[in-house]
Structure formats: structure tokens, C-alpha cells
T-cell receptor
Framework: GAGVSQTPSNKVTEKGKYVELRCDPI?????LYWYRQSLGQGPEFLIY????????DSGLPNDRFFAVRPEGSVSTLKIQRTERGDSAMYLC?????????????FGPGTRLTVL | KQEVTQIPAALSVPEGENLVLNCSFT??????LQWFRQDPGKGLTSLLL?????REQTSGRLNASLDKSSGRSTLYIAASQPGDSATYLC?????????????FGEGTQLTVNP
């Protein structure tokens, strides 16, 4: 079956612009996660959805970052007034969300470059 | 706050060698630990997941162990191949009843030379 997909694969924008990054999870997965990965670092947690609601958004760095998942499937990560420090790989993952064997499956990521 | 450390940061070995990657974590109250592989510019592929009650998991040439009390995990790769070249990340999930965040180490960049 299809895995997690993310669009666009690459996004180049100018400082101060608004961007949206999209994630399509695996069908049937109720949990969805966003992570951010800077070059040479491990991914860092941003936000976690269970269904339509954000169960944990404590990883969002500031109020310029916002994410939605209105129908409990596709999610969009929105970044306002982008800054050069926002340049990173943005990774999305999904899982069934239950049990100790629950595995998060990652998408290919969106590489964001803010000039 | 959970911190995850991976040693070494980079490793270069000749083809055919057996090798061990190390991962340590500061808070032993984990739900499970996962090892991932990441190719350059790509997403993450899950290799092995060890539940907190387990000591090890095996998949093909890969074997991962977990010592929760000491906060350590190792990933053993047998008979390494050039195709194993990638960055290997370990991640821990805190104790929860449902899905929650993974805390990652910074990874070990592995190069297997033909």
C-alpha cells in the first residue's frame, strides 16, 4: 500500500513569506506527527495529532508555526513570516497510535530553504 | 528532559566487517526504542523496534539490544555491505498509553567501503 507522502519535496521561499507543507498519512493511521530536522542533526518533534485534534503541540518553536488536520487525515504545516533559521527538512510520520509496538512511518520529507 | 546520544558520530569500515553502533538515553522510563536508517536527503526507514520489556530484536543481518536500566541500546550489523552506508538514528518513545513523540539522537553516519 501507499506510504506517507509529502508535498512539495522541495520549497524555496524568501524571508518573510508564508509557506504551507502538506502531509498525506497512511490510510487508517489515526496518529500524525511533524518533525523538523536541521542538517547533521536528528529530527526534533514539532506537533502530534490524534484524529483531528492536536494532542501535543509543545514542540512548535513559536507562534509563526501552526498545523491543522481538519478531517483527521491530511495535515498541513503552516509557517508565517519565514526566517532563514526555518530552513530545514520537515518530516511527517503516521502510525496507528496504539500499543507498545506502534511504529511511526515517515514520509520522504519537504526540504524548506528560506533565502 | 530525555536526551539521546549516539556514538560514534561517524564510522568508516571495510566491506564485510561486523560493527556496533551505540545509543544512550538519560531517562529509562521509555515505552520503546526504534532504530532508523536515513539515506542522504531522504526520509527515515524503520529498521527495528524494541519494546521496553524486550532485550533484543533481530532482522536479517541486524540485531538491536536494549538495556533499559542502564539507558543503553546497540545496533549490531553483521557482514556489512556498501549498501548499508547511511545515517543510523535511534529514537526513544516516552511512557504513554497512546502515540507520542519520539526523541532522536543525532545519528551515526556509516560508510562501508568496497
Amino acid at each position: 500500500g501507499a506510504g506517507v507522502s509529502q508535498t512539495p519535496s522541495n520549497k524555496v521561499t524568501e524571508k518573510g513569506k508564508y509557506v504551507e507543507l502538506r502531509c498525506d498519512p497512511i490510510s487508517g493511521h489515526t496518529a500524525l506527527y511533524w518533525y523538523r530536522q536541521s542538517l547533521g542533526q536528528g529530527p526534533e518533534f514539532l506537533i502530534y495529532f490524534q484524529g483531528t485534534g492536536a494532542a501535543d503541540d509543545s514542540g512548535l518553536p513559536n507562534d509563526r508555526f501552526f498545523a491543522v488536520r481538519p478531517e483527521g487525515s491530511v495535515s498541513t504545516l503552516k509557517i508565517q513570516r519565514t526566517e532563514r533559521g526555518d530552513s530545514a527538512m520537515y518530516l511527517c510520520a503516521s502510525s496507528y497510535g496504539q500499543g507498545s509496538t506502534d511504529t511511526q512511518y515517515f514520509g520522504p520529507g519537504t526540504r524548506l530553504t528560506v533565502l | 528532559k530525555q536526551e539521546v546520544t549516539q556514538i560514534p558520530a561517524a564510522l568508516s569500515v571495510p566491506e564485510g566487517e561486523n560493527l556496533v553502533l551505540n545509543c544512550s538515553f538519560t531517562d529509562s522510563a521509555i515505552y520503546n526504542l526504534q532504530w532508523f536508517r536515513q539515506d542522504p536527503g531522504k526520509g527515515l526507514t524503520s529498521l527495528l523496534l524494541i519494546q521496553s520489556s524486550q532485550r533484543e530484536q533481530t532482522s536479517g543481518r541486524l540485531n538491536a539490544s536494549l538495556d533499559k536500566s542502564s539507558g543503553r541500546s546497540t545496533l549490531y550489523i553483521a557482514a556489512s555491505q556498501p549498501g548499508d552506508s547511511a545515517t543510523y538514528l535511534c529514537a526513544v518513545r516516552r511512557v504513554e498509553t497512546s502515540g507520542s513523540r519520539l526523541t532522536f539522537g543525532e545519528g551515526t553516519q556509516l560508510t562501508v567501503n568496497p
